[in-house]
Each structure stands twice: as structure tokens, then as C-alpha cells.
């Protein structure tokens, strides 16, 4: 599975940008999907996830509840995160990630459960 994640760029402060991720390959085993960040000098923090193809549920990092929603488009095999009211902490570059295992709850938020990963794009905000 090839994951290009796309989107990112330069804003304002309270301004909103739109991240997409499309999946190439054998994208059929793609089960949980998920958006992950890392500022400079910083660990990969988890943004948000949903853990199942067939579920409706979504799981936020209390960092962007709110602010920031997932979704995802199956038959586009592409996975997007809308940012809203951005703020200069929200600068990092955001990767997506993707498993092969359908997840429960809040587990879809760590990380090393994923199999694949994009290469990152870089979201910049200003104040």
C-alpha cells in the first residue's frame, strides 16, 4: 500500500486547511486509518483516527477535538482531514497512516499499530 498525503501549506492563525491521503496497491485490507503529526524537535503525536472501514466512529487527540475532523471516501480509498481554527501549535508536518487490522476505540490513536505510512506534508500557522 503507497500513501500520498497532500494539502499542506502556509496559514493564518483561526484559518483552515483541508489534508487529503490516497491509497494506491492492494488497498482492500485497508482497515484502520489514521493521521499522526510531528513538530521539530518533537515526538509523532496522534490528530485523529478512525478504526474500522465499516464502522462510524472517530477518535480525536484532546489537542483538536473540536477542531479538526476526519473522514474518509472508500470508494476514492482516500482519507481527509478538514483543520479549522488552526493555531501556531498546529504547526508540524501530519502523516497518514494505515492498518491492515481493524482497531477498537481509542487504540487507533497510537501509532505503532499501523502498517503504512505517507511521506508527510508540512503545515505551516502563523500568528
Known amino acids: 500500500v503507497q500513501l500520498q498525503a497532500s494539502g499542506g501549506g502556509l496559514v493564518q492563525a483561526g484559518g483552515s486547511l483541508r489534508l487529503s491521503c490516497a491509497a494506491s496497491?492492494?488497498?482492500?485490507?485497508?482497515?484502520?486509518i489514521g493521521w499522526f503529526r510531528q513538530a521539530p524537535g518533537k515526538e509523532r503525536d496522534s490528530v485523529a483516527c478512525i478504526p474500522s472501514s465499516s464502522r462510524g466512529y472517530t477518535y480525536y487527540a484532546p489537542s483538536v477535538k473540536g477542531r479538526f475532523t476526519i473522514s474518509r471516501d472508500n470508494a476514492k480509498n482516500t482519507v481527509y482531514l478538514q483543520m479549522d481554527s488552526l493555531k501556531p501549535e498546529d504547526t508540524a508536518v501530519y502523516y497518514c497512516?494505515?492498518?491492515?487490522?481493524?482497531?477498537?476505540?481509542?487504540?487507533?490513536?497510537?501509532?505503532?499499530?499501523?502498517?503504512?505510512w505517507g511521506q508527510g506534508t508540512l503545515v505551516t500557522v502563523s500568528s
Open positions: 497512516a494505515t492498518a491492515e487490522t481493524a482497531m477498537y476505540g481509542t487504540t487507533c490513536l497510537t501509532r505503532h499499530h499501523y502498517d503504512y
Open positions: 496497491g492492494p488497498t482492500d485490507n485497508i482497515y484502520a
